[in-house]
C-alpha cells in the first residue's frame, strides 16, 4: 500500500453513499445472492421460508410414479418457520452440542448432533467419471411440426411443448474445475414427454475422439490428469493425451476441433448442439430415415480468445455457469432450433461416401442442409444445484417411439454405460423417481424396492403373467416404443471395424480448410502451446507426423513454434472440398445478454441514460469506476480493483480517470503500464480489450483514453458526442461478436 495516498477519504467517502447505494442498485442486474436484500442485523422474528427468486425454477411437481401432485415446486423444499431435526422435532438450540457440564465431554445421547453431523459426513457423492463440471437450466421445447413426416414421436408434433431440462459441461475437469478450459463441452437435454423421456445426449462438437465405445476408458484415462501427479487438472496440454490421440489417429478429427476456437466457447448460450450418431426415425407408416441431431445457437456459435479463456479461469473460473444464470435472470433467455439433417436408411448406411456409423465422421452442411423441427428456450434456473443439476441422470437409451439407434459402435457402448455408472453415482437402482428425473407421464414399470425406494407400490403382483393384480399392467402396442425390425447381415463374430472407418484425415484436412485465416491462426497457437507443454519429444514428434497428414502448412507452423523438424507427409494429402458453415467469422447474430463494460466516474454526464440504453438493448452493463458505491446517480458493479477486461463483451469509456488512490502505478498487479496521468487498472482494460479483439467505445474525456493507450483510430474503435451514441456505435459492431481483423494484425 502506498502510505502517500489518501485512502482513507476513499474509504469515508464510499461509506458514505454505500447505504445510498444499496437503496439504489438497479435491482435489472443480475447476480443477488437472495430473493430479498438481507438486513444488516441478524433476524430475531421467526419466518415462513422465503420464496426462491423470481427466474428460479423447480422440477415439475409429480409423484415419484408420474402423477402430476398439483402441488407447489415449493412443497420439495423446507417448510414452516421453525428449526427442526429431520424427524420434524423443533430444536431449541443448534449452536452448542449436549456435554456434561459446560466443560465436559459431549455426550452420544445428543441426537440432534449426531443426526447434524452424521448426515453432513454423507453430503458428498461421486462426481461423474467424466463431465463431472456443468451447468443446468429449465426451459421448453416447441416443435414445428416438420419432422411429423419422419417419425411418430408425439413430442415433435406441431404446436407440441415439452418441458426440458439441460446440463452443459466440460469433460475432462473435475467437479471444482474452470469452466473456460479448452475441452469439448456437453449439451445433455431432457425431454419430459408425455410418451415418456427422451434424452438428447450430445456434444458441441459434431466428431468423437474414438469410433468403437471399447475405447473410451483409453481416451479419458489419457486426457484425465497424470495417475501419479494428478496433474494437470482439466487440460489435454500434456504428454498422456498427446501420446495417445497421435498414436490412435482417428482421434485426429475431434482433437483439431478442441484446437479450434470451438474449444474455448464464449458461452454455453453460444455454442452448437450435435448428437454426434447416426439415429433412426420411424414414421407412422413404420418407413425409416437416418438422421443427424443439431442444436443451432439463436445467437450464434462464438469463442472466447486463448489469452482470455486462460484469464477467466484465474479471474472468474464460473464464468459460463454465470453466464448462462445471469443471462436468464435478465431475461436473455437463451434459444437454440432444433434440427435434422436426412439420410436414406440404405442398407450401407453411407451418404455421399461418409459412413453414418463412423461417430469421427460429420457430414457438412452444404450437401445435407439442417432442417429446423423446433426451437428450445431456456428461461428458468435451478433452485438447488445438487437437488437437480448433481442428480440429473440423462442416457442415450432413453428414447421415446418414433426414434431408435443405430449401429454406430461408440452409441453401443453408451447404451451400456450410462445405467452402469448412475447406479453407483447415485447410489442405488431408484434415481429415476429423483425429482429431476421424474418422467411427466404415468409410470407402471415391476421394478421394486431398492436403495432409496420413493414410491409405494400397490399391489401383490410385480410379475407377468398374474392373476391376483388383475393381470397388470398390460403391455400395449398402442404408443408404445417398438424396436425398427432392422435386417442385420449375415456375418461372422469379428472385433474389427469396417474398411470405410480407416480414413482418419480426409475431414480434419476438411476442417483446417473450412476456417478461415485468424482461426487457422488459432489453431496453429494452440496445437504449439498444447504440444509445447508436452515434455517428451518423441510425442510431439510423432504428433507433428499427424499434422503433416493433415496439412503442411499447419505442420510447419506448428513445428517452427516447437523448434523441431517439420516432417513430410507419408500418404497423399487428399483434396477436400471446404464447408463454409464451419466458420464462426463472417455473418452478424444477436447480441441478447452481452456484458458491456462502461468506465465513469463523477463527472461523467450520461452514465445512467448509457446503462438504460444497454437494458433497452437486451444488455447487461456493468458500471466501473475508482471506488465501489455511487458515482453521480448510478451505483457502480466494479471498482478498479476488481474489475477485469474479460469479464464484458465490449468497453465503453467516459471518462479520464487519474490514479486512484488505490492504484499502485508501476508496482500494481494489474498495471499495464507505467505511471501516467491515467489510473493503470483503465490502461490495462483498455489495452487487453484492444488485443482480445472486442469492440471499443468512447465518449467526452474518454476518447483520450483511448488516444494515451494508442488504440483511438484502430480497427473497431468508435467515438462519439455522447455516450448513448457511443454505444448505439458499439452495438452496430458487436454482432460480428470480435473485429477480426485485428487478430491479423
Ligand atoms: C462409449 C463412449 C462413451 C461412454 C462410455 C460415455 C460415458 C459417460 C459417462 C459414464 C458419463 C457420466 C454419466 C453420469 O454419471 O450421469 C457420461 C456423461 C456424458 N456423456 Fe458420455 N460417454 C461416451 C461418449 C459420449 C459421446 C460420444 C458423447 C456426445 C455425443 C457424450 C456425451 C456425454 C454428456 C453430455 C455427458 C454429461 C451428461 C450430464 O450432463 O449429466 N458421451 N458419459
Not at 371 to 376: H, L, V, W
Not at 444 to 463: C, K, S
Not at 474 to 501: G, H, Q, W
Request: net charge negative; with cysteine; proline share 8%.
Amino acid at each position: 500500500m502506498d502510505p502517500t495516498k489518501p485512502v482513507k477519504a476513499v474509504k469515508d467517502a464510499v461509506e458514505s453513499v454505500a447505504e445510498k447505494a444499496a437503496e439504489m442498485l438497479d435491482p435489472q442486474v443480475p447476480g443477488s445472492p437472495g430473493s430479498a436484500p438481507a438486513p444488516l442485523a441478524e433476524p430475531t422474528q421467526a419466518q415462513p421460508p422465503l420464496p426462491p427468486k423470481a427466474h428460479q425454477g423447480a422440477p415439475d411437481t409429480r409423484s415419484p410414479t408420474g402423477a402430476p401432485t398439483g402441488a407447489a415446486p415449493t412443497a420439495m423444499a423446507q417448510q414452516g418457520e421453525y428449526l427442526t431435526t429431520a424427524q420434524g422435532v423443533r430444536v431449541r438450540d443448534t449452536d452448542h452440542s449436549l456435554k456434561a457440564g459446560d466443560r465436559g465431554p459431549t455426550l452420544l445421547q445428543d441426537h440432534h448432533l449426531r443426526e447434524k453431523i452424521t448426515h453432513f459426513d454423507h453430503e458428498r457423492i461421486p462426481e461423474r467419471v467424466v463431465h463431472a463440471r456443468g451447468t443446468a437450466a429449465h426451459g421448453v421445447f416447441e416443435a414445428y411440426g416438420s419432422a411429423e413426416p419422419i417419425t411418430t414421436a408425439g413430442f415433435l408434433k406441431a404446436g407440441v411443448e415439452t418441458a426440458v431440462f439441460v446440463r452443459f459441461s466440460t469433460v475432462l475437469g473435475s467437479r471444482g474445475s474452470a469452466d473456460t478450459v479448452r475441452d469439448t463441452r456437453g449439451f445433455a437435454t431432457k425431454f419430459y414427454t408425455g410418451e415418456g423421456t427422451f434424452d438428447l445426449v450430445g456434444n458441441n462438437i459434431p466428431v468423437f475422439f474414438i469410433q468403437d465405445g471399447i475405447k473410451f476408458p483409453d481416451v479419458i484415462h489419457a486426457g484425465k490428469p497424470h495417475p501419479d501427479t494428478e496433474i494437470p487438472q482439466a487440460q489435454s496440454a500434456h504428454d498422456t493425451f498427446w501420446d495417445f490421440v497421435s498414436l490412435h489417429t482417428e482421434a485426429q478429427h475431434h482433437a483439431m476441433w478442441n484446437m479450434s476456437d470451438r474449444g474455448i466457447p464464449r458461452s454455453y448460450r453460444m455454442m452448437e448442439g450435435f448428437g454426434v450418431h447416426t439415429f433412426r426415425l420411424v414414421n407412422e407408416d413404420g418407413k425409416s430415415v437416418l438422421v443427424k441431431w443439431h442444436w443451432k445457437p439463436v445467437l450464434g456459435v462464438h469463442s472466447l480468445a486463448w489469452e482470455e479463456a486462460q484469464m477467466i479461469s484465474g479471474v472468474d473460473p464460473d464464468y459460463h455457469r454465470r453466464d448462462l444464470y445471469d443471462a436468464i435472470e435478465s431475461g436473455a433467455y437463451p434459444q437454440w432450433e432444433l434440427g435434422v439433417q436426412v439420410f436414406p436408411d440404405t442398407p450401407d448406411q453411407m451418404f455421399e461416401g461418409i459412413d453414418l456409423l463412423d461417430p469421427t465422421k460429420f457430414v457438412p452442411e452444404e450437401i445435407a442442409p439442417v432442417q429446423a423441427i423446433g426451437k428450445m428456450t431456456l428461461n428458468r434456473n435451478p433452485t438447488n444445484f445438487f437437488a437437480e443439476v448433481e442428480q440429473v441422470a440423462f442416457h442415450v437409451g432413453h428414447l421415446v417411439p418414433g426414434i431408435d439407434v443405430t449401429n454406430d459402435p461408440l452409441l453401443q457402448t453408451r447404451l451400456f454405460s450410462y445405467l452402469d455408472t448412475q447406479l453407483t453415482r447415485l447410489g442405488g437402482p431408484n434415481f429415476a423417481q429423483i425429482p429431476i428425473n421424474r418422467p411427466h407421464c404415468p409410470v407402471n414399470d415391476m421394478l421394486r424396492d431398492g436403495f432409496h425406494q420413493d414410491a409405494v407400490h400397490a399391489g401383490v403382483a410385480p410379475y407377468k403373467p398374474n392373476t391376483l393384480d388383475g393381470g397388470n399392467p398390460f403391455p400395449t402396442p398402442e404408443r408404445s416404443y417398438t424396436d425398427m425390425p432392422v435386417a442385420v447381415t449375415e456375418s461372422r463374430k469379428i472385433r474389427a471395424n469396417p474398411l470405410s472407418f480407416e480414413d482418419h484425415f480426409s475431414q480434419v484436412r476438411l476442417f483446417w480448410q473450412s476456417m478461415s485465416t485468424p482461426e487457422q491462426e488459432h489453431i496453429i497457437r494452440a496445437y504449439t502451446f498444447e504440444l509445447g507443454k508436452c515434455y517428451e519429444s518423441s510425442i510431439k514428434k510423432r504428433q507433428l507426423q499427424c499434422l503433416a497428414e493433415i496439412d503442411p502448412v499447419l505442420c510447419q507452423e506448428v513445428a517452427t513454434g516447437l523448434g523441431m523438424p517439420a516432417p513430410a507427409p507419408q500418404t497423399e494429402v487428399l483434396q477436400v472440398v471446404p464447408s463454409p458453415a464451419l466458420s464462426q467469422v463472417g455473418s452478424i447474430w444477436p447480441t441478447d445478454g452481452r456484458m458491456v463494460g462502461i468506465v465513469v466516474d463523477d463527472a461523467t454526464q450520461d452514465a445512467r441514460a448509457v446503462q438504460e440504453a444497454v437494458f433497452a438493448a437486451g444488455m447487461v452493463p456493468m458500471l466501473i469506476a475508482a471506488h465501489g458505491g455511487m458515482v453521480g446517480n448510478v451505483a457502480v458493479q466494479r471498482s478498479f480493483a476488481t474489475a477485469r477486461s474479460v469479464e464484458f463483451d465490449v468497453l465503453l469509456v467516459g471518462s479520464f480517470p487519474v490514479p486512484a488512490p488505490d492504484a499502485l502505478a508501476l508496482r500494481d498487479e494489474k498495471s499495464g503500464a507505467g505511471d501516467g496521468p491515467m489510473d493503470p487498472r483503465v490502461e490495462l482494460l483498455v489495452q487487453e480489450s484492444w488485443r482480445h479483439a472486442k469492440v471499443i467505445g468512447a465518449w467526452g474525456p474518454g476518447a483520450e483514453v483511448l488516444a494515451a493507450v494508442g488504440v483511438l483510430d484502430g480497427q473497431g474503435v468508435v467515438t462519439a458526442e455522447s455516450g448513448v451514441e457511443a454505444f448505439e456505435q458499439v452495438r452496430a459492431l458487436m454482432g460480428a461478436h470480435r473485429v477480426w481483423e485485428r487478430f491479423l494484425m
